[in-house]
């Protein structure tokens, strides 16, 4: 099993910056991938980004590659994710997840992901 706690959301202007936190606990050896998913009113969950422990593979959406990065501390388990150049349709609750490998060679299918953090809310106006 792994938990995640999300972090670091909050209210920005069109063109700030965030950084998201992931924290993870748990059995995460077995479920090394971890993936940002956001989710706007009315919309359907989509892929943001995500990271391997080995940092082996990367993926982005179209929507964000030029303007996001993600990272890992591997001391606290954490995995970040920066958002820069920020807009309105970025404005969503932003959950992390993990999930086996295979899940970041296939790059964001939400299915692919078996534990999810609460969210935390990304606001841009």
């Known amino acids: 099993h792994v938990q995640l706690v999300e972090s670091g959301g909050g209210s920005v202007q069109a063109g700030g910056s965030l950084r998201l936190s992931c924290a993870a606990s748990?059995?995460?050896?077995?479920?090394?991938?971890i993936g940002w998913f956001r989710q706007a009113p009315g919309k359907q969950r989509e892929g943001v980004a995500g990271i391997d422990a080995a940092d082996e593979v990367r993926y982005f959406s179209d929507s964000v590659k030029d303007r996001f990065n993600i990272s890992q501390d591997y001391a606290t388990k954490t995995v970040y994710l920066q958002m820069n150049s920020l807009k309105a349709e970025d404005t969503g609750t932003y959950y992390c997840a993990a999930g086996f490998m295979y899940a970041c060679r296939r790059g964001g299918r939400l299915t692919d992901y078996k534990f999810w953090g609460q969210g935390t809310q990304v606001t841009v106006s």
């Open positions: 748990g059995a995460t050896y077995s479920y090394p991938c």
